[in-house]
């Protein structure tokens, strides 16, 4: 199974950590900066990133402002403050599960 | 590497053929295929933009009708996102201290109507009531179009028309039953028969009020909805 399948499931919860860490970022910076982060390894579909984004932007977690950037308009997300708390329900969320995965893959570790 | 005029109006000319209805979106878009190619210009600068277009940006929207697909997705959210707002704006009339007013208005205006005999203040009555909303909205909606244009410069947003039509349809409807009611009401009232049927000045008043409020409506829906919609 490729990458980007495992990946599909997460993709909210990446989105939403790298706005955490980042005040804003628009949507060619968050696809760059996962391909730079894990050196190439994953690579986040602009198919499945947008409908995220948009996804999360209708539902409140982030919102938009935009800027003239060259001449053009770029589209900035951010964390609303409920992002900002739905990111850290996700990551924990998230890190439990591997948790899980790492002691089904590996029971020794689990034992430990 | 900067993009020549030439290429810029190809990256255009490529997402009107998507047909996208959003001006959010085509921004998005233009920005999106602007950024990557202007990146792998670096890596080949004989790199065509058509090539970089169907070689390298559509796969990675999912083939041919990726593009359509994002489209199609961003528009739902959209319209999930129209109905959730018509419907809280809808309750909020009922909510809180808003349902005391409310009330409070309709209980006069209906107290005034039972009971005068006045004709001056039953027509007052009529013309304040399709009046003195407009003005409220058009105020507002003249307050916020100018914050929108002192903070947020270039800000545009532009939504499927048919949904903000069908709630306005829905808003024209209940003025139209709310008029339709009044004038049940005064219709024995041979004063007012008389100037509401053989006036030509009033009706022209009344229609002339009734076109300014639609034409509001349809302006603040969709410039409500266009500017605040996705980011409340």
């Known amino acids: 199974m490729s990458s980007s399948k495992l990946l599909k499931g997460s993709l909210a919860t990446i989105v939403l950590k790298l706005l955490e860490e980042n005040?804003?970022?628009?949507?060619?910076?968050?696809?760059?900066?996962?391909?730079?982060?894990?050196?190439?390894?994953?690579?986040?579909?602009?198919?499945?990133?947008?409908?995220?984004?948009?996804?999360?932007?209708?539902?409140g977690m982030l919102s938009t402002e935009t800027q003239k950037v060259d001449n053009?308009?770029?589209k900035?997300?951010?964390l609303t403050k409920e992002g900002n708390a739905e990111a850290q329900t996700k990551v924990a969320e998230l890190e439990e599960f591997l948790l899980n995965l790492q002691k089904l893959l590996n029971p020794k570790l689990g034992m430990g | 590497m900067k993009l020549t005029v030439e290429q810029h109006e190809q990256v255009v000319f490529y997402l009107q053929h998507l047909d996208i209805d959003s001006q959010e979106l085509f921004e998005e878009f233009y920005d999106h295929i602007v950024c990557s190619y202007e990146t792998q210009l670096q890596k080949e600068p004989e790199l065509e933009i058509?090539?970089?277009?169907?070689?390298?940006?559509?796969?990675?929207?999912?083939?041919?009708?990726?593009?359509?697909?994002?489209?199609k997705k961003h528009?739902?959210?959209?319209?999930?996102?129209?109905s959730?707002?018509?419907?809280?704006?809808?309750?909020?009339?009922?909510?809180?201290?808003n349902l005391l007013y409310s009330l409070g208005i309709f209980l006069a205006a209906w107290g005034l109507m039972a009971t005068t005999q006045n004709l001056t203040i039953m027509v007052s009555l009529i013309i304040a009531c399709f009046a003195l909303p407009m003005a409220v909205v058009i105020h507002k909606h003249y307050q916020f179009k100018k914050s929108i244009r002192e903070n947020k410069p270039g800000y545009y947003r532009n939504l499927r028309n048919?949904?903000?039509?069908?709630?306005s349809t829905i808003s024209l409807y209940l003025l139209y039953n709310l008029g339709h009611l009044t004038y049940r009401s005064l219709e024995n009232h041979i004063e007012f028969n008389q100037l509401y049927t053989e006036v030509p000045l009033f009706q022209a008043t009344l229609i002339g009020l009734a076109a300014l409020y639609?034409?509001?409506m349809l302006t603040v829906m969709k410039h409500d909805f266009k500017t605040k919609l996705l980011t409340t």
């Open chain 2, 75 to 82: 528009e739902k959210a959209i319209g999930w996102n129209v």
């Open chain 2, 84 to 97: 959730k707002r018509v419907f809280i704006t809808g309750l909020s009339a009922f909510k809180g201290i």
């Open chain 1, 72 to 74: 053009r308009i770029r």
């Open chain 1, 23 to 59: 005040e804003k970022m628009y949507g060619y910076e968050i696809t760059q900066r996962v391909k730079e982060i894990t050196a190439g390894e994953f690579k986040i579909t602009e198919g499945a990133l947008y409908p995220t984004l948009h996804k999360l932007e209708a539902e």
């Open chain 1, 76 to 78: 900035y997300y951010s």
């Open chain 2, 50 to 71: 058509k090539t970089h277009i169907w070689h390298r940006l559509q796969p990675e929207f999912g083939g041919v009708g990726g593009f359509k697909k994002v489209i």
């Open chain 2, 214 to 216: 639609c034409y509001t």
């Open chain 2, 162 to 167: 048919s949904i903000i039509m069908t709630y």
